[in-house]
């Protein structure tokens, strides 16, 4: 429970108290009495979870002010520099000027609506843009610069699944065959790790467990800096097949040294552009070998889709790409193998029916009654050992 004191200083009472971590100290006025209602009114809505108003302020005012407050301090850089982007790009030049209490739902779902059918943005880069307007008022209505939240009710545009796609097992050897052999490791361990192409180019050779097998994951680079990777859960120990682990012994002897100790780096031991390793080395090792232009990203669906071929448990394959749970997993790349499907559906038949599935088949159980022109009970004959035989 909140609580809070009365100081004088000066000739004039101050109404002393706590929000959160920070002692507030507000002027009042000569007279104690009303320096106590004061501080009765504030504890009740502290103690209420009632947050005094602040003053109008502008959409653009807050904007900034949000930015800096909570966004720089608390999200990835990455992802500061994303939501900076967005407010720069879209949210200022249309609620900027706006009184931040006026802004209702309508003005949003306008804005939502507007740059899917008129500026013709896809619905997946409208609901990004919607993700740091949400943050923002929900902080605004914590801080007490707006009274009820106008973005809940603010329906998002019906993003469609976007189409997967990644090396099948067959085209890994043409594609590799058409890498420069200074590039051999890097995108061969892409393709049995599933790690992220700043994960990679972050990697370390303290990171490899040549013991165990395994490689940690720890950093990732994101514009010439290491950051952290992209959530708690990225911070992983990935599985090197021996076929791996002998290719990074022998590319560790042909590498460049790196103050850094970096796996993959230019020539000078420096960290390898991203972008230019994509358009220079990935797509262009794709042309020559005939092979449709993916994304670089798409070689982390590659090693997913190896896991799930080879019939990997799901949790397994979770952990090893880094995703918050198997739900996730499943929501991405549970459609890939739809021949898994039969397969199930082959073994449900041998679980139940056992070596009986053929009988079965030759002595079907479904008997027409031609009286009543429907099917009649189905019957489970003794013979293929379900039961003592009886009605269903």
């Known amino acids: 429970m909140a609580q809070g004191s009365i100081v004088k200083r000066s000739d004039i009472y101050y109404a002393v108290y706590r929000i959160g971590d920070k002692q507030k100290w507000e002027k009042v006025s000569p007279v104690k009495k009303e320096a106590e209602k004061v501080l009765a009114e504030r504890l009740h809505d502290l103690n209420t979870n009632v947050v005094p108003e602040q003053p109008d302020i502008l959409f653009k005012a807050f904007a900034a002010k949000w930015l800096a407050d909570y966004a720089k301090v608390s999200v990835k850089k990455s992802t500061f520099d994303s939501y900076a982007a967005i407010f720069r790009l879209h949210l200022i030049p249309t609620f900027g000027n706006l009184n931040l209490r006026r802004i209702s739902g309508a003005h949003i779902q306008a804005f939502v609506a507007a740059k899917v059918s008129k500026h013709g943005l896809s619905p997946k880069s409208v609901v990004n843009m919607l993700i740091p307007l949400k943050e923002m008022f929900k902080h605004a209505t914590h801080w007490g610069y707006v009274r009820y939240d106008p973005s809940i009710a603010v329906k998002r545009p019906r993003v469609e699944q976007e189409e997967m796609d990644f090396l099948n097992p067959e085209e890994i050897a043409p594609f590799l065959q058409h890498v420069r052999p200074q590039y051999h490791a890097l995108f061969l361990t892409a393709i049995l790790t599933g790690m992220r192409r700043g994960e990679l180019l972050g990697l370390k050779w303290g990171d490899i467990d040549w013991r165990s097998s395994q490689i940690s994951v720890r950093r990732s680079l994101y514009k010439g800096t290491f950051v952290s990777p ?49 358009k220079r080395e990935f797509l262009t090792a794709l042309d020559r070998a005939g092979i449709r232009r993916i994304r670089f990203h798409d070689l982390r669906h590659t090693f997913a889709s190896l896991l799930i071929a080879n019939g990997e448990n799901i949790k397994f394959v979770q952990y090893q790409l880094g995703h918050a749970s198997a739900t996730t997993t499943l929501d991405r790349y549970g459609h890939i193998f739809p021949g898994t499907q039969k397969e199930a559906a082959d073994r449900l038949d041998e679980t139940v029916f056992g070596n009986s599935v053929s009988k079965l088949l030759a002595n079907p159980v479904f008997e027409a009654n031609p009286q009543k022109n429907e099917t009649s009970e189905v019957v489970i004959p003794q013979r293929f050992g379900i039961g003592s035989g009886g009605r269903i």
Do not use: W
């Not at 708690?232 to 990935?238: G, K, L, T």
């Not at 230019?266 to 972008?275: I, Q, S």
């Open 230 to 278: 992209k959530s708690q859960n990225s911070v992983r120990r990935i599985i090197m097949s021996p076929t791996l682990k002998q290719y990074l012994e022998q590319h560790r002897l042909m590498a460049p040294q790196s103050e850094l100790e970096l796996v993959f780096c230019t020539d000078e031991g420096n960290p390898l552009d991203p972008d230019n390793m994509v």
